[in-house]
């Protein structure tokens, strides 16, 4: 059957991240592809991941069983990894997916990118910078947790919308800038979706959401610096300033 959707093999390190996101997380990821493969790594003989139990069985996952056979190590990296690997070398995925905050995942992520896979991390905003560059994409959790906040409120129009920005819109603007610059500094008008992709390459944990914005096109309204505009049925910018 034909599927223009990325095949994404998802791989979740429970010990890691709380559940009480896992919901919110599959939905921000099937946004993205089709989350083929499904699994949590943890010790499920720990009470410590009775709530991930739960999530795993109500969201179609796969829980994989990782021993902690000496205090203070983590089983579950070591077995994520090696799943990793393995998954890599049948060659059936377009994409993995990396849900952890740790930066012990780097060196897997990299060596995923080798091999010319997308690679796509999830984590809370206390992740390094050295796992956040190693991924083709990074999403902030609290990104994905704000935006579903956001879309549930504005089902309810008498309630207040809790989304708060992280950094105001003006902070994007040198990132914007910087991308339209190397594209090509001769170029007045960009299309808005190469624009996108070419900054999310420079920068791997660019999200409009971190700026208080659902999307590039309304970050841009919000700056005040740019002009938009559609052409042949695509969205084009340009800098006013």
């Known amino acids: 059957m034909a599927n223009d959707r990325m095949l994404l093999a998802v791989l979740i390190d429970a010990d890691n991240i709380p559940a009480k996101y896992a919901g919110d997380i599959m939905?921000?990821?099937?946004?993205?592809?089709?989350?083929?493969?499904?699994?949590?790594?943890?010790?499920?003989?720990s009470s410590a991941l009775d709530n991930w139990l739960k999530a795993v069985g109500e969201l179609g996952m796969v829980a994989n069983q990782e021993t902690s056979n000496t205090a203070h190590k983590n089983a579950s990296d070591i077995g994520l990894v090696i799943d990793a690997m393995d998954i890599l070398h049948k060659g059936r995925f377009d994409g993995f997916v990396i849900v952890s905050s740790d930066s012990d995942f780097t060196a897997l992520a990299n060596r995923l990118r080798e091999d010319g896979v997308e690679v796509i991390g999830i984590g809370e905003k206390k992740v390094p910078n050295s796992l956040r560059n190693a991924c083709n994409r990074f999403i902030l959790i609290e990104n994905i947790i704000e935006s579903e906040v956001d879309e549930t409120t504005a089902k309810k129009p008498k309630a207040a919308k809790t989304v708060s920005s992280k950094h105001p819109p003006s902070k994007a603007v040198p990132l914007i800038k910087d991308a339209m610059k190397s594209m090509d500094p001769e170029a007045d008008w960009f299309s808005l979706g190469p624009l996108g992709n070419f900054i999310?390459?420079?920068?791997?944990?660019?999200?409009?959401?971190?700026?208080?914005?659902?999307?590039?096109?309304?970050?841009?309204?919000?700056?005040?610096?740019?002009?938009?505009?559609?052409?042949?049925?695509?969205?084009?910018?340009?800098?006013?300033?």
């Open 200 to 241: 999310t390459r420079a920068n791997p944990d660019f999200d409009p959401r971190t700026y208080g914005s659902s999307k590039l096109s309304d970050l841009l309204d919000k700056t005040g610096q740019f002009e938009t505009r559609k052409s042949e049925g695509n969205m084009q910018v340009r800098r006013l300033l």
């Open 27 to 45: 939905h921000e990821i099937k946004k993205l592809g089709e989350p083929a493969l499904r699994r949590v790594y943890g010790d499920w003989s």
